[in-house]
């Protein structure tokens, strides 16, 4: 299809087959574990369910390519498998490794308690600090990571520096890009290498797979695909469909988030009991105009504190009717957790209070239901007394 669509048009006809499968309109599901043998000479050209080259496999990778406007992508079991798979891809014992202070607590777990075993070292840096970050290199750095708006305190780092300060030292950068999808902000446009997702967040959308995918340079993402053939975190090929399915709807979905997240941001900024509101369409956040000029909307992710602290925050979350308490995000329904005992748990009190990150933080993932409809159920959730 045309390079020049746009990225709607995209979501649903990029990397579709032609012709379609028996003029099938929905990608049909190839349960197939292995396939004939069509004369490959190499291992990883064989189509095989783990080597991730199965029909559903490649449908995937044209489409996550295109709408990130990319060379190349993979899918992986879960966005987890897309960070440690491309870490262990691009780092050998004795590297070194520059990371954001503020991330995700899987991928700051899997940093801090895995790598030391491998022989890899790594130095967290304050991504809104340039000048601070030559400081940290070393020989053996290959690479620097962070989030396009950290988990859970949406922190928005000088993204435009980070890639610019790779080339310049010969590194590769490496962006996770789960909190803004590709509707508001597509890393390869920015001059990234790599861009990863947790798929089972805003990609799919309807919290039922978990995925991950990996997005970028094509060299990089062969010797990536290669070590996932490796380590066996390929998609099951029911996932994928239900991956595929989902992101025709992302744009349509996202957008409505965007504009639903901003006016229940509002709402708790202006809320008496609210203390804090991490948000970065509001005017009060410190990187608001770097989000005005690098972004097409603001995402559905905001967190907010609460006068009472943990005790008040427990008790709002009890009182909801229409958020769910739950981990993970993204999805249609709107879900509302403390990071504390999800997705940081993993994390030490005293981890998470030097990130910033108190026990009494409320993350929300805003859904598609009608924005009223859950300003005014925080809002009576905000009103209960203790008692």
Not at 303 to 311: I, K
Not at 339 to 348: E, V
Not at 369 to 384: H, Q, S, W
Request: contains cysteine.
């Amino acid at each position: 299809m045309a390079q020049t669509h746009r990225l709607d048009t995209k979501l649903i006809h990029a990397g579709e087959p032609e012709p379609r499968i028996e003029g099938a309109v929905a990608m049909p599901i190839f349960q197939s574990s292995t396939y004939e043998y069509t004369g490959a000479s190499s291992y990883h050209d064989l189509k095989y369910i783990r080597l991730s080259n199965t029909p559903n496999h490649r449908v995937l990778h044209a489409k996550l390519a295109a709408v990130e406007s990319a060379e190349a992508a993979l899918v992986t079991a879960s966005g987890m498998a897309a960070i440690s798979t491309t870490l262990l891809a691009l780092l050998r014992a004795g590297d070194h490794l520059l990371v954001q202070s503020c991330l995700y607590g899987g991928t700051h777990n899997f940093i801090t308690q895995d790598f030391p075993a491998l022989g890899l070292s790594v130095d967290f840096i304050d991504a809104d600090a340039p000048d601070s970050w030559a400081h940290a290199l070393r020989p053996e750095t290959r690479a620097i990571y962070v989030e396009t708006m950290t988990n859970p305190l949406l922190q928005i780092g000088d993204l435009e520096a980070i890639p610019r300060f790779a080339r310049e030292h010969g590194i590769t950068s490496i962006i996770d890009n789960t909190f803004a999808s590709p509707v508001n902000f597509r890393p390869a446009e920015h001059g990234y290498d790599l861009s990863l997702h947790s798929c089972t967040k805003y990609l799919n959308g309807h919290d039922d797979i978990v995925a991950g995918a990996v997005i970028g340079r094509a060299p990089l993402v062969e010797r990536i695909a290669q070590k996932l053939g490796h380590l066996g975190g390929s998609l099951d090929p029911h996932a994928a469909f239900l991956l595929h399915r989902g992101m025709k709807t992302l744009a349509v979905r996202v957008r409505h988030q965007n504009r639903s997240a901003i006016e229940i941001a509002r709402f708790l900024a202006a809320h008496p009991r609210v203390v804090a509101v991490n948000y970065p369409g509001l005017e009060s956040h410190p990187r608001h105009e770097r989000a005005r000029r690098l972004f097409e909307g603001f995402g559905g992710m905001l967190s907010f504190e609460l006068e009472g602290g943990v005790a008040f925050a427990d008790r709002v979350l009890g009182g909801l009717e229409l958020p769910i308490s739950a981990p993970s995000l993204g999805g249609v329904e709107t879900l509302i957790t403390r990071p504390a005992t999800t997705s940081h748990s993993g994390m030490t009190a005293e981890e998470r209070k030097q990130l910033g990150i108190a026990d009494g933080l409320i993350r929300l993932s805003v859904g598609v239901e009608a924005t009223e409809d859950l300003i005014d159920d925080l809002g009576r959730a905000l009103a209960l007394e203790e008692g």
